[in-house]
């Protein structure tokens, strides 16, 4: 039995259709992203499985209970759940030891194993030495992980986070990341997990599901969601990609400037028709020379358009030379090429996903 | 060689003398506003301290102020009745205000606007008014509600008798609690729902989160309520005169009202007075230690949201509890007080043929001083207004902008009148004011410059707050176009602030009306305002006329203060666009 | 019914000209000024054409009626009628001395020991009106050296709600009041605030010692503070005695229709012998002289007639049914004892009463 079961849940505010039909299944202790662009839906899908806000329709189920339905929800402070939310929501008027006990003295845990219960969990997030701290005392990552002790002291049976890391700087954040999947990992909490950054989902998520206009468009996991994108939106919002349309004709493919033949690709390419494909920018290769013909690749003649060095990598705009299509190519520091060159860029079709 | 040192001289000197002129100017500036600030606080508070200990003729050092005021018993069981009373308006004021701000401000409780302008009408009403009006509806033998009662039940007397100190605090406590809501509410707008969400999802539910998590969070706001609902209950001159008298105990302010018979022993009243004072200062050295290291805004200032709380059928019990309090402070009053100032004999009652205008017609024809009273009070109102607001605006931004070194000093210097009771602080201002040389017994000047300097701390609350919300940017934006700071306030300062200003003029202004404690010291014979006058009525027993003039005050009142919010366009009542 | 009529008459009336704004040119001036009088007249014109009086002689209602009678009768001259208490009234005059600026004119208090004290200062003017002979011979000279005169008289006795006591039950002597049936229901003034109350006060420690007030302590009297409290009071149906009840305003209220009757005891009603005078240095002496001859003039002793007072002029009479002070039986303090006494009992009031 799945932990966590969202079936046809949808939300509707007047004409606008926040959620439309979302399916979501979480097994315990998994980790899930939902990723997406704001007004995606995601948040409002987060609150409804927390309980603040009702589904219009479809339901939320948690190990088999019905919790949310459009005619009737269990509130909030029934559900066993934890939250963590994009402004911390810690209370500036009690301590750090005082904020993550709350939980466990609703619970009525007598106060010496709430205090021991306590001290375990602000070792665990290395916060012991400023129990007694107020908020306001406390820097935006340790705010962050007196809000994750509180959370997940009370061993909820879901761990919801609402963007957490948006007010942290780019250090802390990536930090923090890992800090998220540790105490997962840890403590083997089911997760939801919110977020508008790919690369945090990236890290953090066993499944991501991405979510576009009030739907999911793809649920996998983040390398299958990288490599084999099945919608436009989702391979151009998991990383940047190149998106080349061409016509099969049953041997090869017909792209503006330049074909590839059929048999380089490992899906199965339409006998005819369209295709469109993502190309993601480090899968192809620019050379100097013309590639030699028996690895699988195929290659076009092109020309340098524009370039940046980012340190690690350079970013190359290119143009074959028989096309009006551009294409962006990642390479390593080391292949420098000068504006207006010619260049051979090699396609490796078997990095090459069919979208459409 | 005499060129040489002279020329070497003379650069040296412009080099001084311009940075003596720099200095000059916001050296001025400091003295300027520092002369008015003593003018108007630190000269008369001073003159009180030495007045308490000197003799009455001679002018010697003496303690026997401080004797004859403390040595006598009743004057120290006075003492105590006003700190009784103090504390009894705090908690009474702190039970009728908080919920319904939190109400008002966190839940889905039907009728709000209606609530608000009721707790709007309720902080019109003078105390003194209310005080008249609870009279009429409870006095032990003839109040209506004890009437109602003997009727229902065939009792021989009723059960409410408003001459007791349970009746003044809840005269008190009725006209009071708007501080305390108007305080908490605006500070319960502020938190963000998420703070309430984070408590409900760890298994808190919505009573459990309003205790330990909402109400905790806007502490200082309530505790600043209780301090001010404490201040003006222990300041209160009308309602304890007409309350406490009949009911045989004393308040300190009428206690000093007896100082000031003949013989005059401003000396006495002085030393009486200083405990008021060491109270005070006392109130918001507890106030700060209760509120210690504790922070109470939301630290990160995101996601701030606010989500009204889905009562249920509770919406319904809170809604008649705000109702309850809102009949107790102004259905009832008003009432009876209408009912008074139409008839012709209050105690006939509610008949037709004891309807009659002869009240009104006799204050506005009639009666030679009513007219100059009533436009007296709403002129000197409004100057002083005008005065505690620009005089405040000029210390904000000089605070604001750190023009001048030790500008906390001015600012500290404007919040200071709130240490002082408004009748020591008129008393201060006769002692020191009244007599010659500047001889401004019975002027209207003495009179605006005592309600100015008793209203500077709410003035300037407002204008420091309004300031702060205008980045300095916008000016420098015109100074570094080439414009002079003054042309800076004025076209893009003052524009900008002028919703916020008329709110504060508001704020200053209904207190100003309703202002008698600190009035009853400083009037004149052509100076009296209205509500000097209802006490002088009171003492005859014209409740008839009385309540008139009651209802010309509260109707004038409101209409002015309806114009205002038009103008200003929202609620001047320091409600967030909510 | 015709003093109702006459009262109603001179209210409307001079409402009629109040509603034209104007206080001058409509009414006619005094048929017959004495050539002093006009000459005070013009004098006072010149002065300002303005006048401020303190009165705690009688309610407000009384007060505005004298104020504006004098307005009529001297056109051009605004008077400022200020009612209140006589310690109040008082309290104000002496910080008006005390700042140097003196706002009244002219005081009229109801405690004979104010005149005296001021006098002592030298804080009066000493100004002899021409009325002043012309007056009863009970009111003259009470200050020979022509400081203050006597211009209004009125009495205390004890009132009772008829609604609530049957008249053979109401008290006939003032020591009545000390029953223990009257217990929770009696309303008194507070002689800290009224020159009334004090002179009763006084008058009836002369008269039985201040164990009497001890004793009435007993009885729990709801204390106010004009000895026109007890009246509201008894229209209240607060209480149902005033036992410093004053005949002017229970003789009035009774007239506007309120269950009231007044009862003169049997040991003496309390004579209340009230005086007027002119404040040295105040702004407009000529007005003031004016006024004092008005307050000393048959015109004035009308109006208080109408009032349910005293006249202190022999032209004047009450009106029929009424009784005077020469009628009955009255008892009262003397100067003396007055100046002396009314702080004393103030102090002893505090002491037994509490306030």
Known sequence: MSRLKLSGVSKRYGDFLAVDNIDLELQSGEFVSLLGPSGCGKTTTLRMIAGFIDPTLGTIEMDGQILSSPSGSVPPDRRQMSMIFQSYAIWPNMTVEQNVAFGLELRKIARAEVRRRVGEMLEVVHMSHLADRYPAELSGGQQQRVALARAIVIRPSVLLLDEPLSNLDATLREEMRFEIRRLHDEFHVTTVYVTHDQAEAMVTSDRIAVMNGGRIEQVDAPRALYDKPKTRFVAGFIGRTNFIEGTSDGRQIAFDGFALPHAGFERDVPAGGKAVFSVRPHSMRLSEAPPTANNGCAAVGVVIMERAFLGEHWDYVVKPRESAMTLRVTTSPMDDFPVGASAWLEFEPRQMALIA | MTDNSLEIRALHFSGVASRLRRLDASLLLWLALIAVLAFLILNPVLRLIISSLQQTDTGHFTLANYRSAYGNIRHLQSLLNSLELGVGVALLATCFGVPIAWAISRTDMPCKAFIRLMVFAAFVTPPYLGAIGWILLAGPNSGWLNKVWMALTGAGHGIFNIYSMTGLILVIAVTSFPYTFVFTSSALDLVSSEMEDAANILGARTLRTTLRITLPLVTPAIIGGIIISFLEAIALFGAPALIALPARFNVVSTQLWQFFEYPVRVEEAAAYAMPLLAITVLMFWIQRRILGRRGYTSVTGKGGERRMIALGAWRWAMLAYALLVCALSVFLPMLVLIQAAFAKAWGRGFSLDNLTLHNFYYLLFEQTQAKQTIVNTFVYSGVTAFAAISLTLAIAYVVNRKLVPFSNVLAFLCMAPFVVPGIVLAIGFYAAYAPPPLALYGTATILILGFTTRFLPIAYTSSAAGLRSINPEMEEAVRILGGSRLLAIRKVLIPLLKKSLAGAWILVFIPATRELSSAIFLVGPNTRVISVMLFDLSEEGNFEVLAALGVILLVATVAIAAIGSKVIGRDFMLRRNS | ?355
């Open chain 3, 1 to 355: 019914m015709f003093p109702i009529q006459r009262r109603n008459f001179i209210i409307g009336g001079s409402a009629l000209l109040m509603l034209g704004s104007s206080r001058k040119a409509r009414a006619q001036p005094a048929p017959s000024m004495t050539p002093h009088e006009t000459e005070l007249f013009e004098a006072a014109k010149k002065e300002g054409g303005e006048l401020t009086w303190y009165t705690a002689q009688s309610d407000d209602i009384t007060a505005q009626a004298l104020g504006r009678s004098f307005e009529q009768l001297y056109p051009g001259i605004k008077v400022n009628v200020l009612r209140t208490t006589a310690q109040v009234a008082y309290q104000r005059v002496t910080q008006e001395i005390k700042a140097s600026a003196i706002q009244c004119d002219v005081l009229s208090s109801t405690d004979l020991g104010h005149y005296v004290a001021l006098k002592a200062i030298g804080a009066l003017e000493k100004y002899v009106p021409d009325n002043s002979s012309k007056v009863l011979d009970i009111y003259k000279n009470y200050d020979p050296d022509g400081f203050y005169f006597v211009n209004s008289a009125g009495m205390i006795g004890i009132g009772y709600n008829t609604a609530k006591v049957k008249e053979a039950d109401a008290p006939k002597n003032w020591t009545d009041l000390l029953d223990p049936k009257w217990k929770d229901n009696i309303a008194l003034g507070h002689p800290g605030f009224s020159g009334y109350v004090g002179t009763w006060a006084l008058t009836l420690r002369n008269q039985y010692g201040w164990d009497f007030f001890e004793k009435l302590a007993k009885n729990n009297p709801r204390v106010g503070r004009s000895i026109n409290d007890t009246v509201t009071m008894l229209n209240a149906g607060e209480s149902a005695i005033a036992g410093s009840g004053p005949v002017g305003t229970v003789l009035e209220s009774m007239q506007k229709g309120n269950p009231l009757a007044m009862v003169y005891p049997t040991d003496g009603t309390v004579l209340i012998i009230a005086s007027s005078g002119i404040m040295k240095g105040c702004k407009h002496p000529n007005a003031a002289r004016l006024y004092m001859e008005f307050l000393l003039s048959p015109g004035a002793s009308q109006i208080w007639v109408d009032h349910f007072n005293e006249t202190i002029r022999p032209e004047v009479s009450v009106p029929k049914g009424a009784k005077s002070a020469k009628d009955l039986k009255v008892i009262r303090p003397t100067v003396e004892q007055i100046t002396k006494g009314v702080p004393e009992v103030i102090k002893q009031w505090r002491e037994t009463f509490g306030v």
